[in-house]
């Protein structure tokens, strides 16, 4: 089928493929960087996706059922620019002329939810292809879900581009197994198996046979000339074969396409620096004179190549709107005949927002229990009311408490459950949950260990970066998870988190709290969530204080980062204090403060003091440090503020000042039973109160 129509249309393709090298070298040429290698030797893998093969429509680019396109070796952002604008997207030549400038939509890698046709933000190699498995693994669900022996509304491929590097990548191997296993035949990559890298051609470090390891994955291997649209069409047949099979009958695609890097540069072809940015003006004109193009003024396109890309958009567009004649029966059919699939759809595909919990649910929130069994809980409640909601844990989702109850795991064969297990393997884990949650329809969530975040880490702040609702669960957030020692027990981990831009790091102290904190994930729409949660159980803070907490306290404090637990007790001439914690030192911050306020201290020249202490529960101090209306409320510089926290310091900082100071770890933790370590760490309300006095000269 894509042979017999490259064989019709080989001179428009080769139009194309033109109009995207002379786009490639005049943008990376005024931008004085970037990367020209991938639009000048890619030229033919993009136009053969984006015209030959792939079913899209620039007019409806959010089209639910569209192949889905992942430029997986981001460097070579200005191939997918140039095609983009070829195929009409909503990318004007004044944009291409714009690549790498501020605010343009041409930025230097491509950014989802910022350029039309951007399916996900790639430039960490690697990481799109593990995406494109996420988003296959959705499809397949989705799939599952909507079709049946007539209908197929839901029947799209993933197409990579991936080079060397991000075959070099962990995260790919570990996405691309996880791939081979589930057998997702709707997976078809193009390996730019061009040989080189920027450090010159890949003999220099990267000698196995790709094919061989990727056929052990369980995956499909064919051959393909790059450069060539007959080759490619003749593999991408037989690919197309097997992404028709059933499910579970054989896995993914690896065409691996030899082509030739700087195909087009009479000067740079086969040179392993066309990589980057070589191309000097003279160069460019001499390649376009190459090229058959006599005009050589900057952008300029020859009239037949845009009538060959117009000509072949059009076709592409046709498929879109047959899909929407189905869609349209098929779905009034399903609203007299069928309304729980027809109410599922509208579920998924348009309501934009998941529902949180009901009031009831929240007040049943109650009693000691760990964090991590309270997020279990939350979850279970909030999957029953999300049908979207979808994932699971790398290997420990007994530990986690991630398994949904009424479902199962999904396999190579039944995709209808909304279990996964991803093995152990937490970065292709958090890049696949990302490539679900971008899929639409489904919002992922995954888990691990806290201190194995760090392996999750460059997919987590992707997510951040592309404004994605990911949800990562992480447990075991301390010392306390005990006898495994110091490699199992996180201490930077939750500052490293609350470093990233745009993700919101939740360290509830209770299970009202869990509850609350797994809301506000769920209701959040442009956010990633990282929920750090104990192993141990922690007490109900409401059994510590004299009245229950007010419910919309909480919400609110979640929101702003920290409320308030506990107010100065009014007794006159005392010295007012304030603690703050989050997560499982809030309640020994709360019985610091009864310890402290029960006695009276007395200052080195035996003047006696009474304490007055008020304790903030920060959920999230990073979000309290950007609203200082909240910060300066509930922690008033005036007084002196002792933070707690069983990690590294560093996001109490702002909030003490310099009249406070932090009680945290500054150590790597050891291997004990977790109650002797907060003895040794001096995590216990007689240790922190010890702390706070010497801090103020107090005995
Ligand atoms: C995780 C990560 N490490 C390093 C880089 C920097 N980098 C950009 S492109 C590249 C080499 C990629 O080689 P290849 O995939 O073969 O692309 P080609 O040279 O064929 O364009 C490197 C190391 C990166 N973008 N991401």
Not at 191 to 200: E, K, V
Not at 211 to 229: S, V
Not at 486 to 515: C, G, K, M, S, W
Not at 574 to 579: D, E, M, N, Q
Request: glycine residues 8%; charged residues 20%.
């Amino acid at each position: 089928m894509f042979t017999q129509f490259v064989s019709e249309h080989k001179n428009d393709l080769e139009n194309i493929a033109l109009a995207v090298r002379l786009l490639g070298m005049d943008a990376v040429l005024k931008a004085k960087s970037g990367h020209v290698g991938l639009p000048l030797g890619g030229a033919e893998l993009g136009t053969f996706l984006y015209f030959a093969v792939m079913n899209h429509d620039a007019k409806q680019p959010h089209w639910i059922d569209r192949d889905r396109f992942v430029l997986s070796a981001g460097h070579g952002s200005m191939l997918q620019y140039a095609l983009l604008h070829l195929a009409r997207y909503d990318l004007t030549k004044e944009d291409l002329t714009q690549f790498r400038q501020l605010g343009s939509k041409t930025p230097g890698h491509p950014e989802f939810g910022h350029t039309a046709g951007i399916e996900c933000t790639t430039g960490p190699l690697g990481q799109g292809i593990s995406n494109a498995v996420g988003m296959t693994i959705a499809e397949r669900m989705l799939a599952a879900r909507f079709n049946d022996s007539h209908h197929s509304l839901i029947d799209h491929r993933t197409f990579v581009i991936a080079g060397d590097g991000c075959l070099m990548e962990g995260v790919s191997a570990e996405a691309c197994s996880l791939a081979g296993h589930l057998k997702l035949n709707r997976l078809i990559v193009l390996y730019d198996a061009n040989n080189i890298t920027i450090d010159g051609t890949i003999d220099i470090s990267f000698s196995e046979n790709v094919g061989k390891r990727y056929e052990a994955y369980g995956w499909n291997i064919l051959n393909a000339d790059g450069n060539d649209f007959i080759s490619l069409a003749q593999a991408m047949d037989k690919a197309n074969h097997f992404s028709n099979m059933p499910n579970g009958e054989t896995g993914p695609t690896l065409i691996i396409c030899k082509g030739i890097p700087g195909k087009g540069s009479p000067k740079w072809e086969g040179k392993p620096k066309i990589h980057g940015n070589p191309m000097s003006a003279e160069d460019v004109i001499d390649a376009k004179k190459h090229l058959g193009v006599s005009n050589t003024e900057p952008f300029y396109i020859p009239h037949y190549c845009i009538e060959s890309a117009n000509k072949l958009a059009n076709i592409c567009a046709k498929k879109t709107r047959s899909w929407f004649e189905t869609f349209n029966k098929v779905t009034s059919q399903w609203e007299k005949e069928n309304p729980e699939k027809y109410n599922l759809w509208k579920n998924l595909f348009e309501n934009n927002s998941l529902k949180g919990f009901q009031e009831s649910t929240l007040n049943l929130a109650q009693g000691k229990m760990a964090t991590r069994t309270a997020s279990g809980k939350a979850l279970c409640e909030l999957a029953a009311e999300n049908p979207a909601l979808v994932g699971g844990s790398a290997d420990l989702a007994g530990s986690n408490l991630t398994t949904l109850p009424n479902t199962t795991f999904i396999n190579a064969k039944d995709f209808s459950g909304r279990n996964i297990h991803f093995g152990v393997r937490e970065h292709g884990m958090a890049a696949i949950c990302n490539g679900i949650t971008l899929h639409g329809g489904l919002r992922a969530f995954c888990a691990t260990f806290a201190v194995f975040s760090d392996y999750m880490r460059p997919a987590i702040r992707l997510a951040a970066l592309m404004k994605i609702p990911t949800l990562f669960i992480l447990t075991h957030d301390s010392y306390a998870v005990g006898e495994d020692g110091p490699t199992h027990q996180p201490i930077e981990h939750a500052a490293a988190l609350r470093a990233i831009p745009d993700l919101n790091v939740y360290r509830p102290a209770d299970i009202v709290e869990t509850f609350v904190a797994w809301e506000n994930a769920i209701l959040s729409e442009n956010k990633p969530t990282a929920l750090l949660l104990t192993r141990q159980d922690l007490e109900d803070i409401d059994s510590h204080l004299p009245e229950q907490r007010n419910k919309d306290d909480i919400k609110e404090g979640i929101k702003k980062g920290a409320y308030l637990l506990k107010d100065f007790s009014n007794e006159n001439q005392a010295h007012k204090i304030v603690l703050i914690a989050a997560g499982s030192e809030v309640i020994i911050a709360l019985n610091t403060a009864k310890l402290l306020e029960s006695k009276m201290s007395e200052t080195a020249s035996g003047e006696k003091v009474k304490l007055s202490v008020r304790v903030v529960s920060a959920q999230a101090p990073q979000v309290l440090v950007e609203n200082p209306v909240t910060l300066n409320k509930l922690v008033p510089k005036e007084y002196p503020i002792y933070a707690i926290e069983a990690g590294s310091p560093q996001s109490w900082g702002e909030i003490v000042g310099r009249n406070g100071a932090i009680f945290s770890m500054k150590t790597f933790g050891s291997s004990a039973p977790a109650s002797v370590l907060a003895k040794h760490f001096g995590f216990t309300p007689e240790a922190f109160c010890s702390f706070v006095l010497n801090q103020m000269n107090l005995r």
